[in-house]
């Protein structure tokens, strides 16, 4: 069973930058895709970035292209997305997910774990 915990998130100001990190435990992380999604109030889950197993496949949703980064460290079994000129639409619990094999999704039913969350706010 492998487990996700997210850390990174908090609190800034619109323009600002966060960097959120997502540990993985498990011998599985570096053949698995991962994902980052985000959730606002109100709102369905969204798709923000995906990775495949070598990071050499990578897709960002549109409202984030340019501004968002993802990437990972198979040694260290972590995913990160580094997020820069921060908006306030950008303010929501933010998950990280992973794939039981190598190819990356857009598309969240077809992620196997998922981490409890990490919440960002970002203030205008």
């Known amino acids: 069973q492998v487990q996700l915990v997210e850390s990174g998130g908090g609190l800034v100001q619109a323009g600002g930058s966060l960097r959120l990190s997502c540990a993985a435990s498990?011998?599985?992380?570096?053949?698995?895709?991962m994902g980052w999604f985000r959730q606002a109030p109100g709102k369905e889950r969204e798709f923000v970035a995906t990775?495949?197993?070598?990071?050499?496949?990578?897709y960002y949703a549109e409202s984030v292209k340019g501004r968002f980064t993802i990437s990972r460290d198979n040694a260290k079994s972590i995913v990160y997305l580094q997020m820069n000129s921060l908006k306030p639409e950008d303010s929501a619990v933010y998950y990280c997910a992973g794939r039981r094999t190598i190819a990356a999704s857009v598309y969240a039913s077809l992620y196997d774990y998922w981490g409890q969350g990490t919440r960002v706010t970002v203030s205008p």
């Open positions: 498990g011998r599985t992380f570096s053949s698995s895709a």
């Open positions: 990775i495949n197993w070598s990071g050499g496949d990578i």
